[in-house]
């Protein structure tokens, strides 16, 4: 069945819901063409049922008309479905423009008249130069692009008819479109002409058969930026592209964390300063402190090349001297009550140490190994870091034949039901702790500061997850941090060459940091605080290795929350 699916921003506006309370009056004949109902559904969805006839189709798809709003389950499962709803839509109409009662500007007969003007400039006798009104990013600008429930909306629609500002635009994967720009039909049209399709590497992501940490970090990268009404909604406005990416992440998500890949998943830095989502308690985090979903902010697509390690050649881009990370826990997830519970593994990193440049054992199922040719080194980087010369292996995934990688990684070839979870907010292991002392700033960017021993050594670096005004982002002394006694535990280990020249860590060039070993090994920490029993992340680190097991460490039982 064809149907049109509509993306727009509620805002303020009070807008018609279906209700438990009227859904049977609804599902009658013309129930929406009655005045005590079509009067109270807001202007943009009304001039879009008007449009949708226009455009030749029957059917509209929008969320407050089509989600039964105070269903609790049912709409918990129509959001998961949010991707797919987009997905199959015919084409999706967008609407950039203030709130659910701004209207589609500009439908004859059907709506407020837009007002566009149009600038020409004289350049000599007979030529006129049109400005144009087509803005950045696919022509995609305003309210709507900065609120996070429209970020996989458009992500998964295949074609888009854009009202922006006083503009129409056409959007899909094979071209866009701008009302006041005649297409080019050369052939030798240039690559930054307008009228070309871009591509949306994130798009491409959602398609893809193996697990792509890098893609996957910038996804929440752009999303979690964005804004929401209601911060709760943070996970459930990013459910359906979890839901999808279940396809190449085996066992899925926890929290918006791929569980095949928690080791890693867990270094996740903010690229800046973070905003906390609250709950209605004071203080107290809307979502476990271990999730990127606590903060609003984009995440450091650095803080995850150690997932994309894997990648030899094709596919997206190997992360270039990515520290290696050692997996030294077993994670636990589950609920408050323990009833229910998820056994983590690190199962990447077992087919690392079984197959990275071994011929031993037959590859898992899907999977063929290949001799690596000489004269064929990735483009990326020759060899991963855990060996001394170039593998004598690659192997290739039978759903993905142009990629080449050092090792299988986890994948599902049963048809399950994608695991996309929010009701398992606690993460539990045994591990070591031990204090260090806050030194000094490292970088303005972001508020890291030095880790050093009670002597004063420089032990290593701690990036903090801190909510900070605009004008002391440049001086992080003013949170009173330096000389405070930090609460560390470890969660992995990592190291990289001493040699390289990318600088992913903010610590690399630090005066103190040691660089006369191959290579520069440290083991990944989180800074905690306790709250009633239960440790919660308030910052992510790196201790130097020889450091970190020279000083005085106590064995403990670790309850994430």
């Known amino acids: 069945m064809s149907y049109v699916a509509l993306s727009y921003v509620w805002g303020g506006a009070e807008s018609f819901k279906t209700l438990q309370s009227n859904v049977q009056q609804l599902q009658q004949d013309n129930a929406l063409a009655t005045q005590a109902i079509n009067e109270r559904i807001a202007r943009t969805v009304r001039d879009t049922i008007s449009l949708i006839s226009i455009l030749g189709e029957r059917y509209l798809w929008v969320d407050s008309l089509c989600i039964v709003q105070d269903h609790a389950s049912q709409k918990h499962t129509d959001i998961n479905n949010m991707a797919a709803i987009f997905a199959r839509a015919s084409m999706t109409i967008i609407s950039t423009n203030g709130n659910a009662g701004h209207g589609l500007r500009g439908l004859r007969g059907i709506s407020v008249a837009r007002n566009l003007t149009q600038r020409t400039f004289k350049i000599q006798q007979g030529v006129e130069v049109l400005l144009a009104q087509q803005t950045n990013d696919q022509g995609v600008t305003n309210h709507w692009k900065t609120r996070g429930w429209t970020y996989q909306e458009f992500l998964f629609s295949r074609r888009c008819i854009i009202f922006n500002g006083h503009t129409v635009r056409w959007v899909c994967d094979q071209a866009r479109w701008y009302e006041d720009v005649k297409e080019s039909h050369q052939k030798d049209t240039p690559k930054n002409d307008i009228t070309l399709p871009r591509k949306r590497p994130s798009a491409a992501a959602i398609s893809l058969a193996l697990p792509d940490m890098v893609q996957l970090a910038s996804m929440i990268g752009d999303y979690n930026s964005r804004f929401l009404t209601y911060s709760e909604d943070a996970h459930r406005a990013f459910a359906g592209t979890l839901s999808v990416l279940c396809r190449s992440f085996n066992h899925g998500f926890v929290y918006g964390l791929p569980i095949s890949f928690l080791d890693v998943a867990l270094l996740w830095q903010p690229s800046h300063t973070v905003e906390p989502r609250y709950s209605s308690t004071p203080g107290v985090l809307r979502f476990p402190s271990w999730s990127w979903l606590a903060w609003r902010g984009e995440i450091d697509v650095r803080s995850w090349y150690a997932g994309n390690s894997y990648i030899a050649r094709g596919g997206s881009p190997r992360a270039v001297a990515a520290p290696c990370v050692i997996p030294l826990v077993q994670w636990t997830i589950h609920c408050a009550n323990n009833s229910n519970r998820v056994e983590s593994s690190s199962e990447w990193f077992e087919l690392k140490q079984k197959y990275l440049d071994k011929a031993t054992f037959i590859p898992p199922t899907g999977w063929t190994r290949y001799l690596n040719l000489p004269g064929e080194a990735s483009p990326w980087l020759e060899k991963p870091l855990d060996v001394d010369d170039v593998p004598k292996y690659v192997y290739k995934f039978e759903s993905d034949p142009e990629t080449e990688c050092w090792y299988p990684v986890p994948l599902d070839d049963t048809k399950k039901e994608p695991f996309v979870s929010d009701s398992l907010p606690l993460i539990s292991c045994q591990t070591w702790r031990a204090w260090l002392i806050g030194g000094e700033q490292i970088i303005q960017e972001r508020p890291t500061i030095s880790l050093r021993t009670r002597d004063g050594s420089w032990a290593g670096a701690l ?99």
């Open 463 to 561: 990036q903090l997850h801190l909510e900070t005004r605009r004008d002391e982002r440049k001086d992080w002394r003013k949170h009173g941090l330096i000389h405070q006694a930090f609460e560390l535990v470890e969660i992995s280990r990592g190291y990289c060459p001493s040699y390289s020249a990318l600088r992913n860590l903010d610590e690399w060039d630090h005066a103190e940091r040691p660089r006369s070993t191959r290579h520069y090994e440290f083991y990944n920490v989180l800074w905690i605080e306790w709250r009633n029993g239960t440790a919660f992340r308030k910052g992510l680190g790196r201790v130097e290795k020889r450091i970190w097991e020279s000083i005085e460490r106590e064995w403990i039982g670790l309850p994430l929350g």
